[in-house]
């Protein structure tokens, strides 16, 4: 079975600055990893995924997030805020030839001007 | 080309009575999944179908709950006698599907409809 920890609830950064967000895993297999974000009102959206190639992953917007396998996390970075970076995230984890998606509890993100 | 779609977006019904949600997947997609996000419980799997059958039934949380996919598109999910704590978010998301394994690729949500149990 698979899982995922969010280290934090809620983190609130200047515009600007640097984000990260954290994220530990468990899972029985190789696991394919993902981050979605959720505006308000809106469907989720995969930010990025990994899936056994490389462990450094670029996604859209800007964040990347690295597969540290030693660590068991997928922590997801953004090198400079934008206001409109201010939405929730979710870590999601399965199992690789698994179609369920286990979410972490998920991290609101707010941006200070 | 269109995404995922569902309605109604936002629905309120009284406790005790049936409801029904639908989902549009995007045309082609062979997988679709429900989900249903709620406070304190999180993102939870509910079923997935993969055309018109619904290999795993396993994250339905009673037998007042109840799916079905028609024409391999559609989906509808029908929760009966509802209680309060069926109010949630409820998502819907479908994906490109292949080998028998399952395995998914990326799974495209739509935007969800808010249900609401007085």
């Known amino acids: 079975a698979q899982s995922v920890t969010q280290l934090d609830s809620h983190v609130s950064v200047s515009e600007g600055t640097p984000v990260l967000l954290r994220c530990n895993y468990s899972?029985?297999?190789?696991?394919?990893l993902f981050w979605y974000v959720q505006h308000p009102n809106k469907g989720l959206q995969l930010l990025l995924k990994y899936t056994s190639a490389a462990t450094l992953v670029k996604g859209i917007n800007g964040f990347e997030a690295e597969f540290k396998k030693s660590e068991t996390s997928f922590h997801l970075t953004k090198p400079s805020a934008h206001m409109s970076d201010a939405a929730e995230y979710f870590c999601v984890v399965s199992d690789r030839n698994d179609y369920k998606l286990s979410f972490g509890a998920g991290t609101t993100v707010t941006v200070r001007a | 080309g269109a995404g995922v779609s569902q309605s109604p977006s936002n629905k309120v019904t009284e406790k005790g009575k049936d409801v029904e949600l639908r989902c549009d997947p995007i045309s082609g997609h062979t997988a679709l999944y429900w989900y249903r996000q709620s406070l304190g419980q999180g993102l939870e799997f509910l079923i997935y179908f993969q055309g018109n059958s619904a290999p795993d039934k396993s994250g339905l949380p009673s037998d007042r709950f109840s799916a079905e996919r028609t024409g391999g598109s559609v989906s509808t999910l029908t929760i009966q006698r509802t209680q309060q704590e069926d109010s949630a978010v409820y998502l819907c998301a479908s994906s490109l599907v292949s080998g028998p394994s399952g395995s998914s690729g990326e799974q495209f949500f739509g935007p969800g409809t808010r249900l609401t149990v007085l």
């Open positions: 899972s029985s297999y190789s696991p394919s």
